[in-house]
């Protein structure tokens, strides 16, 4: 007898109530969902946000739900396909990414339906939690085969949420996860192109879609997720976890208990603590770009595989450019990531002094003069404070929204369950 893995996911997804998540839990959520939509407003201008934009409006006469960075509104999977796509393209949504599927999928639907704040945001976690309990489990070792988790994970989380919101029984629920299973795919190839952000929009619109097959009598393989040659088999491997660590994963407490991952920099979370250490190094001995004469940094090649980045795409997946980037400009924020800074030769030519030193702890910087100075590189720093991620929001949307209307959307963001329509959202 198969064992029912699938069971405990949908059973989860269609039981959770809000009640369920405690005040902090359900204040992570609405933080990352703040952050998540300000990650979505900072990619609107950029190319694959213009992409996307005109993509969506293909069903803009259905007026179903909103588009990140526009007032025009459009078809439900449409929207999702869009938002996923912007959420994800400037790598500063939250880290592990799980938000750029469960925000797009449990808003769009949400508002389709003019569901209360209380009931996306219930939605939101539902998908939140299903993603990160099989991103837990299954990325380390899908990492390491190529295998980029969102592609993967998410068609099925957002199914799920869909499942949840439109109340289908446990039987339709498990054909919307089998008919999501068909849409997974990923690739961490993949890394630095806009194709990567599009494996999170188009997680978002097709669990949507499966869910709402599934609700007019679509079929799949009800077993396709626990099966010998189903899902889980496909993507497990010897070094992967058990089928019981995966149980207990979800039966434990919700991923929102922790602490959140809110990045401080839109940049490939790994080299974040190099960036940090050659900021820190270069303002506490006064040491100018100009002044190396080489430095040595672990640029952790193996997930910033652009080593020479020729968009704004690849960029924040180059560890030698950002490096370069954090020496010259002293900071790497969405206002020093731009066209110039790409084409900038003082970069460029610091890029050639750096060595890549693998597995290395510490920065080295050897200057011309012939002093030299390391620095440890420190953990992975997070925003955990409601201010702190606040300011992050409003630096995203400044460049879109005037400063009235980014109060008015942190205000109704932070009280999202009083709101009696999602719609209400976009209210001014």
């Known amino acids: 007898m198969l064992p029912d893995d699938a069971g405990h996911l949908i059973d989860f997804a269609l039981r959770f109530e809000l009640d369920q998540a405690n005040d902090g839990a359900r204040e992570r959520a609405r933080l990352i969902v703040l952050d998540t939509y300000g990650a979505m407003l900072a990619a609107a201008s950029h190319p694959i946000g213009v992409i996307a934009h005109r993509q969506a409006l293909r069903t803009q006469a259905l007026n179903e739900a909103s588009l990140a960075g526009h007032d025009q509104r459009t078809g439900m999977l449409e929207a999702a396909f869009a938002n996923g796509i912007l959420a994800?393209?400037?790598?500063?949504?939250?880290?592990?990414?799980?938000?750029?599927?469960?925000?797009?999928?449990?808003?769009?639907?949400?508002?389709?339906?003019?569901?209360?704040?209380?009931?996306?945001?219930?939605?939101?976690?539902?998908?939140?939690?299903?993603?990160?309990?099989?991103?837990?489990?299954?990325?380390?070792?899908?990492?390491?085969?190529?295998?980029?988790?969102?592609?993967?994970?998410?068609?099925?989380?957002?199914?799920?949420?869909?499942?949840?919101?439109?109340?289908l029984d446990a039987q339709t629920a498990r054909m919307a996860l089998g008919i999501a299973t068909a849409a997974s795919a990923g690739y961490r190839r993949h890394l630095?192109?806009?194709?990567?952000?599009?494996?999170?929009?188009?997680?978002?619109?097709?669990?949507?879609?499966?869910?709402?097959?599934?609700?007019?009598?679509?079929?799949?393989?009800?077993?396709?997720?626990?099966?010998?040659?189903?899902?889980?088999?496909?993507?497990?491997?010897?070094?992967?976890?058990?089928?019981?660590?995966?149980?207990?994963?979800?039966?434990?407490?919700?991923?929102?208990?922790q602490p959140t991952k809110i990045k401080t920099m839109p940049v490939c979370t790994p080299i974040a603590p190099a960036i940090d250490a050659m900021i820190t190094c270069a303002a506490r001995h006064g040491i100018a770009a100009s002044d190396i004469a080489h430095l040595a940094v672990d640029l952790k090649s193996g997930s910033l595989i652009r080593d020479r980045p020729i968009d704004l795409d690849a960029a924040p997946f180059s560890g030698r450019f950002l490096i370069a980037l954090a020496a010259v400009r002293g900071a790497v924020s969405l206002d020093t990531l731009n066209h110039d800074t790409l084409v900038d030769q003082e970069i460029i030519h610091l890029m050639d002094r750096i060595d890549d030193a693998p597995g290395a702890t510490s920065i080295k910087i050897a200057l011309k003069d012939g002093r030299s100075f390391e620095a440890p590189l420190g953990p992975v720093r997070r925003l955990k404070a409601r201010d702190e991620i606040v300011a992050k929001f409003r630096a995203c949307a400044a460049p879109r929204w005037t400063e009235a209307r980014i109060a008015t959307f942190v205000d109704k963001a932070l009280a999202i369950e009083t709101l009696?329509?999602?719609?209400?959202?976009?209210?001014r």
């Not at 085969?145 to 499942?163: F, Q, T």
């Not at 009696?420 to 209210?427: E, F, G, K, T, V």
């Open 420 to 427: 009696a329509d999602i719609n209400q959202l976009w209210s």
């Open 192 to 257: 630095g192109t806009m194709t990567k952000a599009l494996h999170s929009g188009h997680a978002a619109r097709a669990g949507l879609e499966a869910a709402l097959l599934a609700r007019d009598g679509f079929t799949a393989d009800a077993d396709v997720f626990d099966a010998n040659d189903g899902w889980l088999a496909a993507l497990t491997t010897p070094q992967a976890p058990k089928r019981e660590a995966l149980r207990d994963l979800l039966a434990g407490p919700l991923v929102l208990d």
């Open 88 to 167: 994800n393209a400037v790598d500063f949504d939250e880290g592990s990414h799980v938000a750029t599927v469960a925000l797009p999928a449990a808003l769009a639907m949400a508002e389709k339906m003019s569901l209360s704040g209380k009931d996306f945001l219930t939605a939101f976690i539902v998908a939140f939690e299903i993603a990160s309990r099989l991103r837990e489990a299954l990325a380390p070792a899908l990492g390491q085969r190529g295998v980029w988790h969102i592609g993967h994970i998410g068609p099925l989380a957002a199914a799920l949420c869909g499942a949840h919101l439109l109340g």
